[in-house]
Structure formats: C-alpha cells, structure tokens
C-alpha cells in the first residue's frame, strides 16, 4: 500500500485537492478533522486539556480560540498541547492505516497541513515516518493572499504571522515529490491529480 502525504500552505486549496481525491475513490486521513474530533464533547482530548486549561472546556469540550489564545499569551504553552494531541491524532492514523490495509487498498493520501514543519522539529524525512510519496498543492502568492484574506476574521497581520509559522511555499515545491497547480481552473487541477494518481497506481515510486 502506498501512502501519500498531501499538504501545502494556507490557502493553497489543499482541502479542494483532498475533496477531488476522495471523488476519486482514494481513502484519506484528514489531520485537521481528526483534531476536531478529539476537542468534540466525548474525544480523546478533552479531558487531558481541561486538566491543564480548565478555562478551555466549554460545553463538554475544547474551545481552540481558548487554546488559540493561550498560545498567544504564552508560546510555551504550544508544546504542551502538542504533547497531548499528537500522540492522540498519531493513533488515529494508525487506525485508518490499519483498516486501509485489512481492506486491500493501493493507495491512501494523509492530509497532514503542518507536514514538513513537523519533519523538520523531528529532524525526519518523509521516508522516515513511512511516506512514500508527498504532494504539495501550490498557487501563486497573490491568489494565495486573496482566497486567505477572503475567510471570516481574517487579517493581513493574521495571515503574516500564520505564513512566518509555515515552511515557505517555495521550499515546500522544492521537497515535493508531485507539485499540484492550484491557481488555474478546477477541471485543471482534477486533471492533474487524475494524472498523479494514475501514476502512483500503475507503478512503483521510485526511492
């Protein structure tokens, strides 16, 4: 089975491009989503955090703007969090490894946004943490900069600070394997991954 890593930066439209692959019939692991879970009333997080952030548990889960907050207030607190999320989300990967595998699937995309800032935190490859192949999706700045200032509560000093977090676009296409365009049409784009996934099916990737 091969495992596909997809990320790119914010508002590059890797939540487009992971929609199309599950279209195409591809399983997929969404990171984001699972997180979502594990905050929900009854996750995995709730209670760890609520213990270290108790002004964070609203209505039997976990508010992120409070968390968001207190990352703010005290970066410090990021690790914190990180250290009791990840190894949750890690599991939960697993998980849709493990059935990928019992089911006999080919091919499997992990939506993973922060993927290469958490390789290079751990000092990892790719190939290292059992990805055979990564696709990053790429626009140009100047769309980039209109579909993020575009979202609800977003501001230019907001997505600033949220690019000076992420690993530049530019060294992101360079660490990919497959680069796919979002800055054109669509029916492009599901063009391009129809080719990508067409590839990745019918050969081996090379190392």
């Known amino acids: 089975m091969k495992i596909v890593a997809l990320t790119g930066s914010i508002g590059m439209g890797k939540s487009t491009v992971g929609a199309m692959l599950q279209q195409l019939g591809i399983p997929l692991f969404d990171a984001?989503?699972?997180?979502?879970?594990?905050?929900?009333?009854?996750?995995a997080a709730v209670a760890p955090l609520a213990e270290k952030f108790p002004q964070a548990l609203k209505d039997g889960g976990i508010d992120r703007s409070v968390l968001a907050a207190e990352v703010i207030r005290d970066p410090a607190c990021?690790?914190?969090?990180?250290?009791?999320?990840?190894?949750?989300?890690?599991?939960?990967?697993?998980?849709?490894?493990?059935?990928?595998?019992?089911?006999?699937?080919?091919?499997?995309?992990?939506?993973?946004?922060?993927?290469?800032?958490?390789?290079?935190?751990?000092?990892?490859?790719?190939s290292d943490e059992g990805i055979d192949h990564v696709l990053v999706v790429s626009a140009p700045a100047e769309?980039?900069?209109?579909?993020v200032l575009a979202r609800p509560g977003m501001s230019a000093e907001k997505f600033a600070t949220i690019l000076a977090?992420?690993?530049p676009d530019a060294e992101k296409r360079q660490l990919?394997?497959?680069?796919?365009?979002?800055?054109?049409?669509?029916?492009?784009?599901?063009a391009q991954l129809r080719a990508v996934v067409q590839q990745l099916r019918g050969q081996e990737i090379m190392p």
Do not use: C, N
């Not at 699972?34 to 009333?41: C, I, N, Q």
């Not at 990919?176 to 599901?190: K, R």
């Open 32 to 43: 984001d989503a699972s997180v979502h879970t594990l905050y929900a009333p009854g996750g």
């Open 78 to 126: 990021l690790k914190q969090i990180e250290a009791i999320v990840h190894p949750l989300v890690g599991g939960m990967r697993q998980d849709f490894l493990a059935t990928a595998r019992q089911r006999g699937e080919s091919l499997v995309v992990l939506d993973i946004p922060l993927l290469f800032e958490g390789l290079k935190a751990r000092g990892h490859r790719a």
């Open 143 to 147: 769309q980039q900069s209109q579909r």
């Open 165 to 167: 977090k992420q690993v």
């Open 176 to 190: 990919a394997d497959t680069v796919i365009d979002t800055g054109t049409s669509l029916a492009d784009t599901e």
